[in-house]
């Protein structure tokens, strides 16, 4: 599973974005795909996951309301969806997937094999 992130960007406070996961050369088949963001000087931190047979979603609860993941099977792609964005969401957002995850680690960086590269989410006051 090799990940591709995408539809980062600079926006305004107030605003919203859609990020975008893609995998290529495997399905996401039997895969927990989460999204997790890191900013300077902070840990990488937890804020979705989306169990792809099934599409069962957990967020972080601070971002419960305002971000949604989401799947779309025929792209074989995930988004996260971004609503209400604030300064404090500034972050590389990067997008993980684990075929073995245990559900109870979900929010654990290191539970995840496969990363992509990161995508840049610039929020202005």
């Known amino acids: 599973v090799q990940l591709q992130a995408s539809g980062g960007g600079l926006v305004q406070a107030g605003d919203s974005l859609r990020l975008s996961c893609v995998s290529s050369?495997?399905?996401?088949?039997?895969?927990?795909v989460g999204w997790f963001r890191q900013s300077p000087g902070k840990e990488r931190e937890f804020v979705a996951n989306?169990?792809?047979?099934?599409?069962?979603?957990i967020y972080a609860d601070s971002l419960k309301g305002r971000f949604t993941m989401s799947r779309d099977i025929t792209k074989n792609t995930v988004y996260l969806q971004m609503n209400s964005l604030l300064p404090d969401d500034t972050a590389v957002y990067h997008c993980?997937?684990?075929?073995?995850?245990?559900?109870?680690?979900?929010?654990?960086?290191?539970?995840?094999?496969?990363w992509g590269q990161g995508t840049q989410v610039t929020v202005s006051s």
């Open positions: 993980a997937a684990s075929s073995r995850i245990i559900w109870s680690q979900i929010g654990v960086p290191s539970s995840y094999e496969h």
């Open positions: 050369g495997s399905t996401f088949r039997g895969y927990n």
């Open positions: 989306l169990k792809w047979n099934g599409g069962t979603t």
